[in-house]
């Protein structure tokens, strides 16, 4: 029975990406607990701490498919407690040895242990995603260095860019996001094995050593002090998912509104079969785009949930802790989603470079008002060129004038504009400022770090 929608098959795709589901699986969730497990036995072993043989055997049973998951899920109901149904299936599988399993342990090492594990798989699919978000937007750049468009403040026209510009400030913010996520991997990708209040009394003498060992075997870092009650490692990654989702929505709801028929500047990949409504037979609806721009809203809300679960008592609880299980795999699963569609989104974007050439044309040359302003005042002065063209303006609009046209019937501007002047002045591809110089500083900037490749 199907109750979410990352698990219902008719919404799953929408909320998360095969590849995140598959490492957010209750199987997968238990084999890490078992490969901590494994990695434990054998450093214990290692260390003559426990025999040989039990290592072996514990390692040779420490697999998923030996474990009955619904047997261990009725146990968990009846005992109420979250683990100790798994290791009493592995203690039985490995015969007499099975006494020596997760000796020393806690709870609570397992299960973070296990969550950092399988945060660090999912951490290999952002960045790969984040690769080739970085690539698709600095393609767009630069086959639309010099595709004008208009730019909007406020919602309304402003002053001419260029579409190649637009997706240069994108990438050099995705940028940073993967910046940050590298310098998150040595503060987040740490294990954690501290016994019961964190302070390794039942692992003995050797606690560090074996703390060392069974980490380093997983490929994590091992922490200075236990950080059980200290929940910023996964805080920070969760809210770093938060910024990057917020990008992302950003992106969508961006192309989402240059898809309104109004604008009619871009359309996502249309493919044969798609429908649009079941009513209306003609819409192509940007249901790629607004999806992306919704799914990040739960994104920052589970974030939310993972700064409050920061709040522990004392050396470790469960009322905080546990509502990490339920945030921090939200968090990953929809990361997936969001990063995996924007990706296709933006593969399959088709630019309508005509289209935005008609909508600079909208405001009938008015939206270069500063350009003529600012070369007027070297003229006549910058506060005399500002009321001319305010006057010239406000006719024009009025009386539905084109820029051109009300400049040409304004008294003083006629006398000191000439008739190439005017031309010149209102043509949007001659007022982009240093677009072309930003785009390509940017685009060589990031290929000079070479974060994009694969």
Known sequence: MSVSVFDMLALQHLWSSEKLRQIYSEEQRIQKWLDFEAALANAQAALGIIPKAAAQAITENAKVEKIDIPLMASEIRRIKHSLVPLLKQLQAHAGKEGEWVHYGATTQDVLDTGTILQLKDAHQVFMHELRAIGRELARLAKQHRDTVMVGRTHGVQALPITFGHKCAIWLDEVSRHYQRMEECEKRVFVGMLIGAVGTQASLGPQAREVET??????????????WG?????????????????????????????????????????????????????????????????GLSRALRYNAAMMTEAMVQEHERDGIAWKTEWKALPECCLISGALLEQTTKLLAGLRVDADAMSHNLDKMRGYLLTERVMIELGERVGKQTAHHWLYEASMHGIANKLDFADAMRTHEGLAKVLEENDIVRLTDPAGYLGQTGASIDRTLAAQEAAGWMND
């Open 229 to 293: 009650p200290s929940r910023d490692r996964v805080t920070e990654y969760a809210n770093l998912l938060a910024m990057i989702g917020a990008t992302m929505s950003k992106i969508g709801n961006e192309l989402f509104n240059m898809q309104r028929n109004e604008f009619g500047e871009v359309e996502e990949q249309f493919s044969d079969g798609k429908l649009a409504s079941s009513t209306m037979p003609h819409k192509r609806n940007p249901t790629a785009a607004e999806n992306i721009a």
């Open 213 to 226: 060992r069974t980490l380093e075997a997983l490929g994590l870092a091992v922490p200075t002090i236990s």
